[in-house]
């Protein structure tokens, strides 16, 4: 089959073994897959990865020395079953998974282990206990975005809202945006969005952010005490440590960028209490000073990736109408596009988020 593989360093097309369904598994035809954050910090930072799941104490299944498929955010279609399955779902049925892979030599994830080919490729194998069938006529390119919505819906559960809060977002990339949709979904209002790029300010409205800021003329949160601070509240006055007097909405941060830097300016400029949720991915070095969340008793939640349960929720979310993520594609390729769609995602004036169709 042809496919778009990470070899040495590089992103090449070639023709590469087609995968063969093990006990329990099913063969399906990659219809559309989206490119994630994390495969461009994969191509990029691929032994760094490597080093750091080895330094944590996982297992590395990434073998650098031979061929890689990526892909983790999927729509696919089943053509045939493997060994010991149940056949519950047709043949050509749409369905989504969550990209992990069971196999007698342990659990891999699908994109990021050479046994366990991704969606950049024309077929996968999954496991079919794992397979949800697109409900609703959703369409493809949609039903696509059930993983990177799921990331969103997993950072506000895991937010614990109750409600009241005033959340912020720092970053409108995917992952930004997709917090966005999970947090008008749960009706959490009014949400303070911020980035540089006037193109994702535009799709953050989109998505259902009520106040849109450049962070470059205005601070986000310098807009989140505007909108948390109620009626007769007094910044000056001392006694607010203690809950006299009017107090602010609880603060919500969710940091969606991962570079160096912005954790530690959310310390400075969060206020007592504020809740900060960390999504996005910094593989450098980052330093904060512990002081600024210490002296506001801040809470540092980070998080990663999602629940079966979920991701489920997330399909029908999407299949339901509930969240709209068609906003968010802005192009599609075929497997000799996916190494230029890598360069072309780093212009956020013009790409957010793009599918390869392998098939094309």
């Known amino acids: 089959m042809r496919a778009a593989v990470y070899r040495k360093g590089d992103l090449v097309v070639d023709q590469v073994p087609e995968p063969k369904p093990a006990d329990g598994q099913v063969l399906v035809k990659t219809l559309a897959c989206g490119i994630c954050g994390s495969d461009l910090h994969a191509f990029h930072h691929a032994p760094k990865m490597v080093e750091a799941i080895e330094r944590q104490g996982g297992k590395n299944l990434m073998d650098l020395s031979g061929d890689i498929v990526f892909g983790h955010e999927f729509c696919a279609e ?8 149940g056949r519950k779902l047709a043949v050509g049925t749409r369905v989504c998974s969550v990209p992990i892979s069971f196999t007698a030599a342990g659990m891999q994830t699908v994109g990021y282990a050479n046994a366990a080919p991704g969606g950049y490729g024309e077929q996968m194998v999954l496991n079919e206990a794992l ?22 819906w997993h950072a506000v559960q895991k937010a614990n809202l109750k409600g009241d809060e005033v959340p912020v977002v720092i970053g409108c990339g995917p992952v930004g945006l997709a917090v966005i949709a999970a947090l008008k979904l749960k009706d959490v209002r009014p949400i303070i969005a911020a980035d540089f790029s006037p193109a994702r300010r535009k799709l953050a409205e989109i998505m259902g952010a009520d106040i849109v800021v450049d962070p470059a003329t205005t601070s ?11 009626e007769g509240y007094d910044a000056g006055n001392p006694l607010n440590i203690l809950g006299v007097g009017p107090q602010l909405k609880q603060g919500v941060f969710f940091e969606c960028v991962g570079v160096p830097g912005v954790i530690q300016k959310m310390f400075e400029g969060a206020q007592r209490g504020t809740r900060i949720v960390v999504v996005g991915v910094c593989m450098e070095v980052d330093r904060i000073e512990p002081f600024f969340a210490i002296n506001k008793e801040l809470n540092l939640q980070f998080v990663l990736g999602y629940t079966p349960d979920e991701f489920a929720q997330t399909l ?19 497997v000799d596009g996916v190494k230029q769609a890598f360069t072309d995602l780093g212009n956020p004036e013009k790409h957010v988020k793009i599918l390869v169709e392998p098939w094309r």
């Open 220 to 230: 986000p949160y310098k807009s989140f005490l505007d909108a948390a601070a109620p």
């Open 78 to 85: 089943i053509l045939d079953y493997g060994p010991n399955t």
């Open 131 to 152: 397979l949800l069938p697109v409900p609703n006529g959703l369409p493809t390119d949609q039903a696509a975005l059930t993983e990177p919505m799921a990331v969103g």
């Open 316 to 334: 029908h979310y999407l299949a339901e109408g509930k969240i709209d993520g068609s906003p968010m594609v802005t192009a599609k390729v075929g």
